[in-house]
């Protein structure tokens, strides 16, 4: 039986690449616009959802990831694109059209609308432990005591209590680093929002998501190139650390209420 | 991972960067419109394993002693200080962190629905259970992070202290 697999929710009329790249699955097939029937204050359905066919059942594997992340960049070259979640299959097309082009169709166009122009970048930003490690001892003289005593004995208790004090250090070390990189980053955004976990001792500095116009120009000048610039100028300022910059993505992290410019949302920072 | 010598990649490099932005990602828009997703859980559900715990913090407590130990090298030179330098800058910590690099960037998900630091979605819920409205599900991950099981650990924990 064949089904469909959905990739994103697009602007009804959004171009596709030509020709339009195959879809996930074995065998894959082409992509394609699922458009919708005419909704209620729409000549037509203002939406439409990109789609591919696709055999049941559906198995999908790491190279199926990467190629849905593909398509997905694919389409953000053509306009703003909501993604939907990896794997969506939807029975038939009147199914996608029930589903997410009926009643949603408003809300989803009205989403778009707020996106155009937007795009996520991601920054990351991890140090290496040993000189997190090096700084917090020589940050607290107090901790040489606990590590004489630790270096005494061959109680794991006490060498737990060590690494646990030293790595609560370490927390408090990055939770530092990261409110500045914030202070130095969040200026050049209009949005920004945590990824991924920070205020554990395994976890990086910052992961972290920001949304951005893609094109200069903007009257807020929270722009790409301003961010990169910015970027920049954090690498320089902080030979350190290890910072991986990535973009420009569809807006995963912001396909909620988009706050306006010039107002960068403020995420709860959750230590 | 590889530093980024040009500003920008503009796409993630490594497979697990990129499971990291596309999983559990985008919004979830009926029940009838599921997942399914093979290998890839497997490895999310691998990485949970990793999340710090008791030895975390005697690896850190390792490493604190494999500096005073490096430290002490420079005040009395002796023997062949280059090869015990490499051995012990080398040795553990590159073992357990190359061990933990690769599936922890999939481990971010459990971790942040774990932490609760903003809208994530919920990583081990069905993903058939959308919400009726295209948004992000509400987390309900009950399993507490790493650290308070690995307190816990470091009070009844006295067995498996690897590298004593």
Known sequence: MTSLLLYAVVRDGHPLPDPPPLGLGDPPEAIRLVRGRAVAGFATCPVAVVASPVAEPVNLTDSDAERHLDILLGLLANGPVIPLRLGSVAPDEDAVRDEILGEAAPQL???????????????????????AIRAVLAADPALAGVRAAAAQTTDVRTRISLGERVADRVIMRRAEQAEQLLDELRPFAIADTGRGPMGGPEDPVLRWAFL???????????????????????????????????????????????????????????? | ??????????????????????????????????????????????????????DTYLRFAEAVNRLD??????????????LVKSVSEGGSQYKTKGALEGVKETAQDFVTSLRGDGERDEVAARRDGGSEHPRHQSRDLPQGRGAPAGRSGARSGNGSADGA
Request: charge should be negative; glycine fraction near 8%; avoid cysteine.
């Open chain 1, 109 to 131: 166009v009205a989403r778009l609308d707020a996106l155009d122009g937007l795009v996520e970048v991601h920054f990351d930003a991890d140090e290496d432990e040993t000189t």
């Open chain 1, 212 to 271: 951005v116009h893609r094109d200069p120009g903007a009257p807020s000048r929270r722009d790409l190139r301003q961010f990169d610039e910015a970027v920049e100028r954090v690498r320089r300022g902080h030979p350190d650390l290890v910072i991986e910059y990535v973009g420009p993505l569809p807006a995963f992290h912001f396909v909620g209420p988009v706050e306006p410019a010039g107002e960068p949302a403020r995420s709860r920072w959750g230590w």
């Open chain 2, 1 to 54: 991972m590889a530093t980024q010598s040009i500003g920008r990649a503009p796409r993630p490099s490594s497979l697990a960067d990129v499971l990291e932005v596309v999983l559990d990602k985008g919004i979830v828009i009926d029940a009838y419109v599921r997942v399914a997703l093979v290998g890839i859980e497997i490895l999310t559900i691998d990485a949970r394993i990793v999340i710090a715990s008791v």
């Open chain 2, 69 to 82: 130990l490096s430290s002490r090298e420079r005040e009395q030179v002796t023997g062949v200080p280059g």
